[in-house]
């Protein structure tokens, strides 16, 4: 909830309120708002992009945009013959905005006091079907509390927009609609079309408005205004004091991609004519909502005062923006998942690794999303396996930023913002991303054990990825080692050794080790799948036996670059890198996340020093368990100690300017059960980045959606143990002393589990289905049978670490 009219505050609170159902999403701008600095109204479709072209610093460049949308919301109004409603020139009394995370409405409330002494009270509620993944309703009411008169709603599909949501793209060209056609729709209706440029993507909007007195229908009268790209309606009516006018808009959005239409115009207009009343939109969106968080929520009983109160709250925000930036209308959908979500233009709505922290999140509890959003991947094989021959590459090569057709999206140039210069990006060189994608499936495969997804999906992609990282492997034959060069590392500040002419560091560990652990599920693979599958798969691939034989020799003689004193070193080269003086930079500036560009302002290069912007080596200890990751580095003859993994983390995030919110994420993860303390220090910071901005600008411009994922994820898998291995379900379980209970249902394998987690016990109890097979669950090293329909309880000795007794 949001109390007070802070202008400096409203973009935040937009992105933070947006309501979507994974269909479409709009910003929680307020119904009357414009951009004007202030507001800015935002709806986009997913994955609805489109290409530019702009000239800047002597070159052309393209780029790829997540597309804002005409505005279907718009809704104004005045009094007598005054102007159009404006906050600003009028006496705010109250403001209130609030987020209903239950039910997915939006609501808010105004009271003011206009310049000829009359008071009055606007109260909005709105929201983005569950129940309709075309629909967008919202019902406004205005109050005359001491006057009477002529009041005149204008209602509205703005389609005169342009993107300009993300202070870093201003610069390029951002006018991506086309204005088709606008009309008035029957008698109460409007309608507008437009198509974007390049992608040409057809959208089709129609809008019923209807006004409400008494609970009576009331009859405007009503004149139509046309202009290019905007199509509205005026209706006047009289009002009394003390009463209270009731307007309820529909809007119906559908485009040239949606299935079972015969056109999209056609289409709104059908569903727009068949539309009830507002309450009965509501009730059945809410019903859905209900639902989802019977399959979702989290629930966690606080022990004693030093749990934070809010931590419910924010645990529920980030799942609500999960499950409205993809839910079960995504499912036919070709689409990824966004960095920043549907909720603005930051990183152009692109698609890079985060995945691989919001995946976790369905897996366990809708996995079909999981599956769907994976075949965004599958589809764009031959455009990765195109860019991996372009570079000279066998396999498929994934780009670091996709976007429509899977094609690299990075900017060739980027604007400082500090120097006011441009330059270089070079994240493209970010090669890891494929091994997060065959990562993906192989988590997916884990939890479902969906074979068919493996056959005839999966596995191509994965082998298509070994494939790559195979032919990105070059013998050393000094160091008898595998090596990996010209790459970056989830770092990102780093993209190059110091004064070096060409971008790309060698052997970076992550990468190197990312790579060993993909060919190894790729063999994996190959066991799994049936032989006909397999026989076909290796024929069309072109993976010959002197080709498994090379992934089983990588395997086992990767070079890991490492410091003299065990530490894994970042890169190779890192070792030998200057020390940063943090404490003097922190003195000189307020704010160094981004020490690349501060670096650079001050005509000096990150590539000089130690640091980093986010979890690089750390993300080895985020993804592995420690007997996983031992096993990997016993493998290639790097036999690592279990307690050298807090030297590595310490070492680590001393070094790292947390320019990204994921890092937070890492950090208290690799630290929940080493270092309590510090690891709430980072998930307190991690779980509250968007509604503090702790970035200080970029929550405007988009929520970041995958340190809302990880910060979901952590409390139910750093509490529980939770991990699939060898087709068992582990449990480690250890409930953090901030909390007594936890509570939680999952899905696996077919079952439905519900979880409840003390201090001295584990309690799994699942529906029965007499069609899912019995599953092996692990309770802290002891494995036992589960069988649908049976209750399980697990007490708990030594802080929950040593199951005492198994009842079933």
């Known amino acids: 909830m949001f109390d007070g009219f802070d202008p400096a505050q409203e973009g935040i609170r937009e992105a933070l309120c947006t309501l979507g159902n994974g269909y479409f999403a709009t910003r929680a701008a307020a119904a009357w708002a414009e951009a004007d600095g202030v507001h800015y109204p935002g709806t986009y479709l997913a994955g609805g992009y489109n290409r530019l072209q702009t000239d800047i610093a002597g070159r052309t460049i393209e780029n790829e945009d997540l597309v804002n949308f005409p505005n279907w919301l718009a809704l104004r109004f005045r009094v007598a013959e005054e102007g159009w409603f404006d906050l600003n020139r009028v006496a705010i009394l109250s403001y209130r905005q609030e987020l209903d995370l239950r039910r997915g409405l939006l609501l808010s409330a105004v009271r003011f006091e206009d310049q000829k002494g009359r008071r009055t009270l606007l109260r909005e509620q709105r929201l983005v079907s569950m129940a309709d993944m075309h629909l967008g309703a919202v019902e406004l009411t205005l109050t005359a509390e001491n006057w009477s008169g002529p009041v005149t709603v204008r209602s509205a599909i703005d389609g005169r927009i342009v993107n300009a949501g993300a202070k870093l793209y201003r610069k390029f060209n951002n006018k991506h609609l086309e204005h088709l056609s606008g009309q008035i729709v029957g008698e109460d209706g409007v309608g507008l079309q437009v198509r974007t440029s390049q992608s040409q993507i057809h959208v089709a909007q129609v809008a019923r408005t209807q006004m409400f007195l008494d609970g009576r229908v009331l009859e405007p009268r009503r004149r139509g205004v046309e202009e290019p790209g905007y199509i509205c309606q005026d209706m006047t009516v009289d009002i009394k004091q003390g009463e209270s006018l ?267 080790v990312m790579a060993v652990w993909v060919l190894c599920r790729a063999l994996e693979v190959l066991d799994r799948i049936s032989k006909a599958r397999r026989t076909e798969l290796t024929t069309r691939l072109g993976i010959s036996l002197v080709e498994i034989a090379r992934w089983k020799d990588i395997g086992r003689r990767m070079y890991i670059p490492f410091h003299d004193d065990g530490i894994i070193s970042q890169f190779e080269g890192y070792d030998a890198l200057a020390e940063l003086d943090w404490a003097a930079y922190r003195r000189k500036y307020t704010d160094i996340q981004r020490l690349d560009l501060i670096l650079e302002a001050e005509g000096d290069s990150p590539n000089r020093y130690k640091l980093s912007k986010q979890a690089d080596v750390v993300m080895l200890f985020y993804l592995f368990s420690a007997d996983e990751l031992g096993e990997l580095f016993a493998r290639l003859g790097y036999p690592i100690n279990h307690d050298t993994i807090p030297d590595n983390v310490n070492y680590y995030v001393a070094r790292t300017s947390y320019g990204s919110t994921l890092c937070r994420v890492v950090y208290s993860w690799v630290l929940a059960r080493s270092d309590r303390p510090r690891s709430m220090v980072f998930f307190a910071d991690a779980l509250q980045s968007d509604v503090s901005d702790s970035q200080h600008g970029t929550t405007a411009e988009g929520v970041h959606l995958g340190a809302m994922a990880g910060t979901v994820d952590q409390v139910l898998r750093v509490s529980t143990g939770i991990e699939v291995k060898g087709d068992v379900l582990l449990f480690n379980p250890e409930l953090p002393p901030e909390m007594e209970c936890l509570e939680s249902r999952i899905r696996y394998r077919g079952h439905s589990l519900d979880l409840r987690l003390t201090h001295t016990s584990l309690t799994v109890c699942g529906e029965e289905d007499l069609h899912v097979a019995p599953i092996a669950l692990s309770v802290a090293g002891k494995t036992y049978d589960y069988i649908s329909g049976t209750t399980r309880v697990f007490e708990l000795n030594d802080g929950g670490k040593q199951p005492a007794l198994s009842k079933g």
């Open 246 to 512: 009731v307007v309820e808009k529909l809007a119906f959005l559908y485009t040239s991609r949606d299935q079972a239409i015969s056109e999209a115009s056609l289409a709104a207009r059908k569903a727009a004519r068949r539309a009830g009343r507002y309450d009965a939109v509501k009730a059945g969106h809410v019903l859905v909502w209900e639902d989802l968080w019977r399959r979702f929520d989290v629930r966690i009983e606080p022990d004693g005062p030093s749990f934070r109160p809010n931590i419910s709250m924010l645990l529920r925000l980030n799942m609500f923006h999960l499950l409205q930036t993809v839910s079960v209308h995504s499912i036919d959908l070709d689409i990824g998942i966004p960095a920043r979500g549907w909720t603005g233009e930051a990183y152009q709505g692109h698609i890079f690794w985060d995945e691989l922290f919001i995946f976790p999140f369905f897996n366990y509890r809708l996995p079909e999303i999981t599956r769907a959003i994976l075949a965004y991947r599958y589809r764009r094989l031959d455009e990765a396996r195109a860019a991996a021959r372009t570079a000279g590459h066998n396999g498929a090569m994934f780009p670091w930023q996709s976007g429509s057709d899977g094609q690299e999206e990075t900017d060739k140039l980027n604007l400082n913002p500090h120097s006011q210069r441009w330059v270089p990006d070079n994240s493209y060189l970010q090669r890891h991303v494929g091994s997060a994608i065959a990562y993906n499936v192989w988590q997916y495969f884990q939890v479902t054990h969906d074979i068919e997804f493996l056959q005839f999906y999966g596995a191509e992609l994965i082998l298509d990825i070994a494939l790559f990282w195979s032919s990105m492997t070059a013998l050393n034959n000094e160091r008898g080692r595998y090596e990996i060069r010209g790459v970056m590392g989830p770092d990102e500040f780093h993209d190059g050794y110091p004064g070096a002419a060409t971008p790309g560091l060698n052997n970076n560990a992550y990468t190197n």
